[in-house]
């Protein structure tokens, strides 16, 4: 079964740099989901998507910025990097309306390193 | 605000044994709970998902039992393996389709 796809997978980038990563959902799945999981933390809600609006902001950097396109593939853009931006950043996608209780599919992750 | 809790942080057992993962969360009203396995430095692997009306889900050699009105859940792994060793996170949304709400995990070992 089609999995959630993320790229890259590795990132290294040096401080004040801009990287930007992406996302694929599962197929036919509406929303996505950008979570960031620092070292030896839970994973921490960014922002989210449905139907390639902004549905759910958390605490998001104003440095970062994200957006879903019309193919519901979405990109998270982080810009001015910092060493604490060094995190594992996952992309979930599901489906369904906004009452919907469906399982989020998490990606395998984007190891960004900020050195 | 829901808060998540999972304790213990850490676990260690023999090969075989029967375990029980704790989750714990502050507000009732939850709209589903979500386990998740996740091997150090990979993705998260959704494991059982709860809808509030449902007391468990079974998977294989896991249950998953919720109890909204004490506001816990729990994980039982039957006959574990060393393959189980990972770190276990509970999560729930905080709205119906919302961000998910993680505890901080349990980290479980299983020793041959």
């Known amino acids: 079964a089609a999995g959630v796809i993320q790229s890259p997978r590795h990132l290294i980038k040096e401080k004040r740099e801009t990287a930007t990563l992406k996302c694929y959902p599962i197929?036919?799945?509406?929303?996505v989901y950008w979570y960031q999981q620092g070292p030896g933390q839970d994973p921490q809600f960014l922002i989210s998507?449905?139907?390639?609006?902004?549905?759910d902001k958390g605490s998001i950097p104003d440095r970062f910025s994200a957006q879903q396109f019309s193919d519901y593939h979405s990109e998270l853009n982080m810009s001015s990097l910092e060493l604490g931006d060094s995190a594992l950043y996952f992309c979930?996608?599901?489906?369904?309306?906004?009452?919907?209780?469906?399982?989020?599919?998490f990606g395998p992750g984007t190891r960004l390193t900020v050195l | 605000k829901q808060e998540v809790t999972q304790i213990p942080a850490a676990l260690s057992v023999p090969e075989g044994e029967n375990l029980v993962l704790n989750c714990s969360f502050t507000?009732?009203?939850?709209?589903?709970l979500q386990w998740f396995r996740q091997d150090p430095g990979k993705g998260l692997t959704s494991l059982l998902l709860?809808?509030?009306?449902?007391r468990e889900q079974t998977s294989g050699r896991l249950n998953a039992s919720l109890d909204k009105s004490s506001g816990r859940s729990t994980l039982y792994i039957a006959a574990s393996q060393p393959g189980d060793s990972a770190t276990y996170l509970c999560?729930?949304?905080?709205?119906?389709?919302?961000?998910?709400?993680f505890g901080q995990g349990t980290e479980l070992s299983v020793k041959p």
């Open positions: 979930a996608s599901s489906w369904g309306t906004e009452t919907s209780t469906d399982t989020q599919y």
């Open positions: 197929p036919r799945h509406d929303t």
């Open positions: 998507f449905y139907e390639k609006m902004q549905s």
């Open positions: 507000d009732s009203a939850i709209y589903n």
């Open positions: 709860i809808q509030s009306s449902q």
């Open positions: 999560a729930t949304p905080v709205l119906p389709g919302g961000k998910l709400i």
